[in-house]
């Protein structure tokens, strides 16, 4: 099994990791602003789109980091960091312009960073597991 290793230094690299963690669930708890080191983290129990389930027997998830330096500041809009233990659904990640990022997630809850540069890396950081759901969005 390969593990996913990207890092996005542009906003067409940052589409590519966004359409990677499309469908990645995150606790509270699990998002962390290391204000001096100036990096933001998220730890990711992600969907692997990539993966091909006639090959594998089954869908898969697996642990993953999405890591961001050079972060100035952070922005939340309705995230309830007062619940660490509340699952969010990350949809998307996106660069707004030069100097901000944005992890729009479910039920219109989002994050923004203030960014220096656009410098962000996803990994998997374990094995996958199984599991017979498949994301799916209804067409509106």
């Known amino acids: 099994m390969s593990r996913l290793r990207l890092s996005a230094l542009d906003a067409d690299d940052l589409g590519v990791i966004s359409a990677a963690v499309q469908d990645s669930l995150v606790a509270v ?5 290391f204000k001096d080191e100036k990096r933001f983290v998220l730890l990711l129990n992600r969907f692997r ?6 090959v594998d027997s089954a869908y898969s998830r697996v642990h993953s980091a999405l890591v961001f330096n050079e972060v100035t500041g952070v922005r939340h809009h309705d995230i309830p ?8 659904e990350l949809l998307a990640v996106l660069q707004e312009d030069d100097r901000s990022v944005t992890l729009r997630f479910a039920a219109g809850r989002a ?3 203030e960014i220096g540069r ?12 199984a599991t017979p759901w498949k994301p799916a969005h209804p067409v509106e």
């Open 29 to 33: 708890r699990d998002c962390a602003h």
């Open 49 to 54: 789109w990539e993966a091909d389930p006639t």
């Open 81 to 88: 960091v007062d619940q660490p233990d509340r699952m969010l």
């Open 111 to 113: 994050i923004r960073l």
């Open 118 to 129: 656009l410098a962000c890396h996803l990994g998997d950081v374990g094995e996958p597991w």
